[in-house]
């Protein structure tokens, strides 16, 4: 019986490198930082269409279902910084304000505690600068 991965998330991260290099042979690597620098924003009609009513029209909407996705990222300890700046850009393309943003994210000391909060809401207030600067 052989034995798995010492170190599980790294077998995760060659997994999706090799599927990455399968897609384009002339990616060396892959990261989220790189995805973040990719595709900074997906519209909010094929957010809406992917991860919003399209997959259940009487369900949540890509607005509500950020929400979550963000909290739970706080929640986490606020370690996936690529992960959380493209969700709050991806959370304001869906209609959010950044008020909403901050109160998704300060409801989450609770779980988190204040470090994560505090680290995840820098990370916010760095995406409401760049998109006020873009817009």
Do not use: C, Y
């Not at 370690?79 to 998704?104: F, K, S, W, Y």
């Amino acid at each position: 019986m052989s034995e798995g991965p010492k170190n599980p998330f790294e077998a995760m991260m060659r997994a999706s490198q090799d599927w990455a290099q399968s897609l384009n042979p002339a990616l060396e690597g892959f990261s989220p930082g790189d995805l973040e620098a990719l595709w900074p924003t997906m519209p909010r009609d094929a957010m809406e269409m992917w991860f919003g009513q399209g997959l259940n029209p009487q369900g949540l909407d890509a607005k509500t279902r950020l929400f979550l996705a963000l909290a739970a990222l706080v929640a986490q300890g606020a370690t996936a910084e690529p992960q959380i700046r493209l969700t709050v850009r991806h959370a304001l393309e869906a209609g959010a304000t950044p008020r909403e943003v901050a109160e998704v994210i300060g409801q989450m000391v609770v779980f988190g505690g204040v470090p994560a909060m505090s680290r995840a809401m820098q990370l916010a207030q760095g995406v409401f600068e760049e998109t006020k600067k873009d817009g």
